[in-house]
């Protein structure tokens, strides 16, 4: 099965930017980044079809902006004006019905006010 891995987290302050980067070990459909803060479930934070076609959580649109490039098989997520509510570890995976799928390690995000 194809491994996916994230990277690019770090610790910001708030109005900061960080770009994400999810590697597929292979060809990849449909990709969402997703996030958990603690003590909340995750949720879907961006995701992009192959053909580009993009969908954002209310609370990112026009903060976050979600791409791919088929080729290399990965998925970026350029995050800008970061807030505090945004503190999270952040995760790659399928769009989707996410029921059953392995999640790995995540790449955390921390912006300080």
């Known amino acids: 099965q194809v491994q996916l891995v994230e990277s690019g987290g770090g610790s910001v302050q708030a109005g900061g930017s960080l770009r994400l980067s999810c590697a597929a070990s292979?060809?990849?459909?449909?990709m969402a980044w997703y996030r958990q803060a603690p003590g909340k479930q995750r949720e879907m934070v961006a995701g992009?079809?192959?053909?580009?076609?993009?969908h954002y959580l209310d609370s990112v649109k026009g903060r976050f902006i979600i791409s791919r490039d088929n080729a290399k098989n990965t998925v970026d997520l350029q995050m800008n004006n970061l807030k505090p509510e945004d503190t999270a570890v952040y995760y790659c995976?399928?769009?989707?019905?996410?029921?059953?799928?392995?999640w790995g390690q995540g790449t955390q995000v921390t912006v300080s006010s």
């Open positions: 995976n399928l769009w989707g019905d996410i029921t059953g799928l392995t």
């Open positions: 292979g060809s990849i459909n449909a």
């Open positions: 992009i079809s192959r053909g580009g076609s993009r």
